[in-house]
């Protein structure tokens, strides 16, 4: 038969079987976009310190725009680094403990730029299993060997480095995103100082929270300014704003400016983001017991929700999460929530590594007693029927 005479396929027709599989599946993602102001209680966000909204943050941006424009106009080795982006970058440093900083678009392209950079042909990198897709996506572009070793094991660490002679590269959360736990980051170096390996860890959701006046988990474990240690951060958590920082020796940062393509080939972040960035840091501060706020009412909320039946896991910092019977019914959950005028989390795969579905609320500093009451009845009434024996 000519070629001209078959019917060609039609361009991503693939598109719909993976749709319809998802939506049979529970797991199809919409997006919503939200009003600038809402009657809802917003335990979905990150917004850990509750600075999103400050005066001081809101104006500091606003000032940012008006002196520096817009945006960047170009990425951070053209035209797109200001006295701004410099002075953040000190301030992070400083605040966090640590000798140099870089700060890129996002915390996304942070943890691109510090994998990929810092581990080329003929290091293995160990990876916990329970690592953010970001750090996961920097593994995979990066020219080292990944190994994949159990959540939160230094042991297993040790046994995956000493199968290794060359360099190596451990990369780990500080706190993981699914059930607000932990790594045991001090046993974690120890380990990775026996065989001269670097530690690299992603502190996006312990900067604010966790340290002295929420100065990271880092800083918490003692590992602050060490020369075998780097941390990248997010701007976007507990700061209020967006963008991300890699922190570490001045050694290495020089090296991520020479060598980070997430850094050299991207649009500097923009002035209003760096200065609402800066002005959050200065009202943490001033205000440290923020901090510990934060990890009061996720103790909280985690007491009343196990109280009540549910299964939680114990937070760490700020991440609390609930355990829901499948996909489908964790998203009634949030729904049905929702409905009530509460706004929470829905964690399904491919985002939970374990496969177990969850709703994952955020406890943030500003929550009031009486907001705290008023998410565990709404939880509670609108469980679906067996999340208490999940």
């Given at each position: 038969?000519?070629?001209?005479a078959?019917t060609?396929?039609?361009?991503?027709?693939?598109?719909d079987?993976?749709?319809?599989?998802?939506?049979?599946?529970?797991?199809e993602?919409?997006?919503?976009?939200?009003?600038p102001?809402?009657?809802?209680?917003?335990?979905?966000?990150?917004?850990y310190?509750?600075?999103?909204?400050?005066?001081a943050?809101?104006?500091?941006?606003a000032?940012?725009?008006?002196?520096?424009g817009?945006?960047?106009t170009?990425?951070?080795?053209v035209?797109?680094?200001t006295?701004?982006?410099?002075?953040?970058e000190?301030?992070?440093?400083?605040f966090?403990?640590?000798?140099?900083?870089?700060v890129?678009?996002?915390?996304?392209?942070?943890?691109?730029?510090?994998?990929?950079?810092l581990?080329?042909?003929?290091?293995?990198?160990?990876?916990?299993a329970?690592?953010?897709a970001?750090?996961?996506?920097?593994?995979?572009?990066a020219?080292?060997?990944?190994?994949?070793v159990?959540?939160?094991?230094?042991?297993?660490?040790?046994k995956?480095l000493?199968?290794?002679?060359?360099?190596?590269l451990?990369?780990?959360d500080s706190v993981?995103?699914?059930?607000g736990?932990?790594?045991?980051?001090?046993?974690?170096?120890?380990?990775?100082?026996?065989?001269?390996?670097g530690?690299?860890?992603?502190?996006?959701?312990?900067?604010?929270?966790?340290?002295?006046g929420?100065?990271?988990?880092?800083?918490?474990?003692?590992?602050?300014g060490?020369?075998?240690?780097?941390?990248?951060?997010?701007?976007?958590?507990s700061?209020?704003?967006q963008?991300?920082?890699v922190?570490?020796?001045?050694?290495?940062i020089?090296?991520l400016?020479?060598?980070?393509?997430?850094?050299?080939?991207?649009?500097?972040?923009?002035?209003?983001a760096a200065?609402a960035?800066r002005?959050?840091?200065?009202?943490?501060?001033?205000?440290?017991?923020?901090?510990?706020?934060a990890?009061?009412?996720?103790?909280?909320?985690?007491?009343r929700?196990?109280?009540a039946?549910f299964?939680?896991?114990?937070?760490?910092?700020?991440?609390?999460?609930?355990?829901?019977?499948s996909?489908?019914?964790?998203?009634?959950w949030?729904a049905?929530?929702?409905?009530?005028?509460?706004?929470?989390?829905?964690?399904?795969?491919p985002?939970?590594?374990?496969?177990?579905?969850?709703?994952?609320?955020t406890?943030?500093?500003?929550?009031?007693d009486?907001a705290?009451?008023?998410?565990?009845?709404?939880?509670?009434?609108?469980a679906?029927?067996?999340?208490?024996?999940?």
């Amino acid at each position: 038969m000519p070629r001209d005479a078959i019917t060609p396929p039609t361009p991503f027709d693939w598109i719909d079987g993976q749709a319809d599989r998802r939506r049979s599946a529970g797991l199809e993602r919409v997006l919503r976009p939200r009003p600038p102001r809402s009657d809802l209680l917003d335990l979905a966000g990150n917004d850990y310190l509750g600075l999103t909204r400050h005066p001081a943050v809101v104006d500091a941006a606003a000032d940012a725009a008006r002196v520096w424009g817009g945006g960047a106009t170009g990425s951070r080795l053209v035209t797109g680094s200001t006295e701004l982006h410099a002075e953040l970058e000190a301030e992070l440093a400083e605040f966090c403990g640590f000798e140099s900083a870089l700060v890129l678009s996002s915390g996304y392209a942070a943890n691109l730029a510090a994998v990929t950079a810092l581990a080329p042909h003929g290091t293995l990198i160990v990876s916990d299993a329970g690592n953010h897709a970001s750090l996961i996506d920097g593994c995979r572009l990066a020219r080292g060997t990944t190994s994949v070793v159990p959540h939160a094991t230094p042991e297993a660490v040790r046994k995956a480095l000493a199968t290794h002679t060359g360099a190596g590269l451990v990369v780990t959360d500080s706190v993981f995103s699914v059930d607000g736990d932990a790594a045991p980051l001090a046993e974690t170096a120890g380990v990775c100082r026996e065989f001269g390996a670097g530690l690299l860890l992603d502190d996006a959701h312990g900067l604010g929270v966790l340290g002295t006046g929420g100065r990271g988990a880092a800083q918490a474990a003692g590992l602050a300014g060490a020369p075998d240690v780097v941390a990248t951060v997010t701007l976007s958590k507990s700061l209020g704003s967006q963008g991300g920082a890699v922190l570490g020796p001045a050694r290495v940062i020089a090296h991520l400016l020479n060598t980070a393509r997430t850094f050299i080939f991207d649009t500097g972040l923009a002035p209003a983001a760096a200065g609402a960035a800066r002005a959050a840091l200065g009202v943490l501060r001033a205000e440290p017991a923020r901090a510990e706020r934060a990890r009061q009412v996720a103790h909280t909320l985690y007491t009343r929700l196990t109280g009540a039946g549910f299964d939680s896991a114990r937070p760490d910092a700020a991440v609390v999460s609930v355990r829901a019977p499948s996909p489908a019914a964790a998203v009634r959950w949030a729904a049905d929530c929702r409905a009530m005028g509460l706004l929470v989390g829905c964690f399904r795969p491919p985002s939970v590594p374990d496969g177990i579905s969850r709703l994952r609320l955020t406890a943030r500093a500003d929550l009031t007693d009486e907001a705290i009451d008023r998410v565990l009845t709404v939880v509670t009434e609108t469980a679906p029927e067996g999340a208490r024996d999940v």
